[in-house]
């Protein structure tokens, strides 16, 4: 399995940037996709979800942070997610990770990844 993370770059502050994923290996349109993304000095985190239930009824999650600015979204016939980011901000520089098969153990438990992409550095300037 691979994932294969692109989109990544120098944005102003303000600006919009999409990341895309594409998974080869297996497919995954019955599992949630999401992206996670790490700052220098801090530990990963979740940042967006997408689950696909059938014709065209998704679900998604995110973290308070990106909620209004973020958009995730999947094309399951290219095995691809994609995280639309909006209004970017200082604070979303972040190497960014997509992963495959997003779960959680508990409601209350953090999402966490079975397969992982590599990162793609994403930097926003003030």
């Known amino acids: 399995v691979q994932l294969q993370a692109s989109g990544g770059g120098l944005v102003q502050a303000g600006g919009s940037l999409e990341l895309s994923c594409a998974a080869s290996?297996?497919?995954?349109?019955?599992?949630?996709m999401g992206w996670f993304r790490q700052a220098p000095g801090k530990e990963r985190e979740f940042v967006a979800r997408?689950?696909?239930?059938?014709?065209?009824?998704?679900?998604?999650d995110y973290t308070d942070s990106v909620k209004g600015r973020f958009t995730i979204s999947r094309d399951n016939a290219k095995n691809t997610v994609y995280l639309q980011m909006n209004s970017l901000k200082p604070e979303d520089t972040a190497v960014y990770y997509c992963?495959?098969?997003?779960?959680?153990?508990?409601?209350?438990?953090?999402?966490?990844?079975?397969?992982w992409g590599q990162g793609t550095q994403v930097t926003v300037s003030s």
């Open positions: 992963a495959a098969d997003v779960t959680r153990a508990h409601y209350w438990s953090a999402w966490i990844g079975k397969y």
């Open positions: 290996g297996r497919t995954f349109s019955s599992n949630a």
């Open positions: 997408i689950s696909w239930s059938g014709g065209s009824t998704y679900y998604t």
